[in-house]
Nanobody
Framework: VQLQASGGGLVQAGGSLRLSCAAS????????LGWFRQAPGKEREFVAV????????NYADSVKGRFTISRDNAKNTVYLQMNSLKPEDTAIYYC?????????????????WGRGTQVTVSS
């Protein structure tokens, strides 16, 4: 499966962005889909994950209540709605997929990765 993330940009603190990740190849409903981010000089970290059917989600504590992950399997797309953005949310955001079906939070557990999209939050 190939993944392509989009929707990043520059936004002021308190603002919102919606990231999208389109999957091509095998149908996305076969995959657990996750979002991760990596800030300069830091390791890649978990942001959110959604199960194959969309009924189960999990979030990093740092984004709970502000970010929402969702998916549209008919469009082979996963979304990350980001509200109340903070400067510390600045990072390159990546989407990832895996066929295991488990709700996973470690980057090493994901087989497929897309190219990231830059999110910059100014103070």
């Amino acid at each position: 499966v190939q993944l392509q993330a989009s929707g990043g940009g520059l936004v002021q603190a308190g603002g919102s962005l919606r990231l999208s990740c389109a999957a091509s190849g095998r149908t996305s409903s076969s995959y657990t889909l996750g979002w991760f981010r990596q800030a300069p000089g830091k390791e890649r970290e978990f942001v959110a994950v959604i199960s194959r059917g969309g009924s189960s989600t999990n979030y990093a504590d740092s984004v709970k209540g502000r970010f929402t992950i969702s998916r549209d399997n008919a469009k082979n797309t996963v979304y990350l709605q980001m509200n109340s953005l903070k400067p510390e949310d600045t990072a390159i955001y990546y989407c990832a997929a895996d066929v295991s079906g488990w709700i996973m939070t470690m980057p090493s557990e994901y087989e497929y990765w897309g190219r990231g999209t830059q999110v910059t939050v100014s103070s």
